[in-house]
């Protein structure tokens, strides 16, 4: 994922993937907000070991439908679909535009692709966002007549990182607009940009990464109350790790935890012979703190290994994290998914 002053450089190419499956400290904590009912402090932090500090096991790879690198994604298992984010590479044209915008321009613009993909790996659907922003993070809702997806929205011009978040129902090869009519917007913190929703729709909660002035935040919201504009958050408070200024990869909540990623593909500063500088923490929700972290050393071997994106999997009765990395050389960027027990 670039960061706010950086893009990625597209190239040509693109296909289909192929699934591979075997079934598979630091602490910051800042004006937290805690309403009646929250418990007021985190348990104290086991000594053992959790089963987050394994490495992952092998769970999809994949190439999107440009070539421009994997943002975040987020998992279907009902109906069997990866949903992921990229931005649009440069020298597409979209239906209604007169010119085909450089990728610089479209990240600018905060245009995005969103895929669907099988859990093969195999394309099945696209839509187009324009002017949503990065595509830092995604949720999803399904109910009996679709899917409904949540994604930041009304990119900011100065970075094209989103002032507010958004609801809409997927339908395959629709171009929406920041304006588009079936779209539930929202500025839940006004004055923000770079925001990015997570879900977690087992406990009905909304996970909100924000920034303002500079500082970037996790708000947490009950999930029915947010759709409905109430925005009083369960909890607020400055997002831990910030200080290593390590770029924001993705995020999940599940529980009384949020779990982050930071971390760059390997390079000047960060070379492969090291492992790399991704970082895997999980944050309890009632306190802000940081209960565990660590150098995620998962797939090693990948480049440029960069981290990007983190979805919970509850299929099977045991709550799964899934890590998302980009794999292969610049211009048929493809990515890959491993996930572990949440535990």
């Not at 937290?32 to 007021?40: E, I, L, N």
């Not at 769970?59 to 690198?69: D, E, I, M, N």
């Not at 209604?96 to 613009?109: D, F, V, Y």
């Not at 006004?190 to 879900?199: E, Q, R």
Request: net charge positive; proline share 7%.
């Amino acid at each position: 994922m670039a960061t706010e002053t950086d893009v990625q450089v597209p190239g040509p190419g693109r296909g289909p993937g192929r699934r591979a499956v075997c079934r598979l400290g630091l602490s910051a904590a800042a004006a937290t907000v805690m309403p009646a009912g929250w418990a007021p402090a985190a348990p104290a932090p086991s000594r053992k070991l959790p089963a987050l500090s394994a490495a992952g096991r092998p769970f999809l790879a994949g190439r999107l439908r440009h070539p421009t690198v994997l943002q975040s994604f987020t998992v279907d298992e009902r109906k069997g679909h990866l949903y992921a984010l990229q931005v649009v590479a440069g020298g597409v044209r979209l239906t209604g535009e007169k010119t085909a915008p450089s990728h610089a321009q479209r990240a600018g613009n905060g245009d995005l692709c969103l895929n669907r993909l099988t859990l093969d790996g195999a394309a099945a659907g696209h839509m187009y966002l324009k002017g949503f922003g990065h595509g830092g993070s995604i949720g999803l809702e399904n109910s009996a007549d679709g899917v409904t997806l949540w994604t930041e929205w009304d990119a900011n011009p100065a970075s094209g990182y989103g002032r507010g978040v958004c609801r809409f129902r997927f339908a395959d090869g629709r171009v929406l607009e920041r304006d588009s009519g079936g779209l539930d917007t929202y500025h839940p913190v006004i004055g923000s940009t770079s925001n990015a929703p997570a879900l977690d729709v087992t406990h009905r909660q909304l996970l909100l990464r924000y920034k303002r002035d500079g500082i970037p935040r996790f708000a947490l919201y009950d999930l029915d109350r947010f759709r409905a504009g109430w925005f009083l958050p369960l909890t607020d408070f400055a997002q831990p790790g910030a200080g290593l200024a390590l770029p924001f990869q993705g995020m999940a909540v599940y529980g009384t935890y949020a779990y982050q990623l930071l971390g760059s593909a390997y390079g000047t500063g960060n070379p492969a012979s090291s492992g790399g500088n991704t970082r895997l923490y999980r944050i309890d929700l009632r306190s802000g703190r940081v209960v565990w972290q660590q150098l995620e050393r998962t797939a090693p071997g990948l480049s440029p290994r960069e981290p990007e994106g983190l979805a919970v999997l509850r299929d099977g009765g045991t709550p799964r994290l899934c890590l998302g990395f980009v794999d292969g050389p610049a211009g048929a960027r493809g990515f890959r998914l491993y996930d572990k027990a949440l535990s």
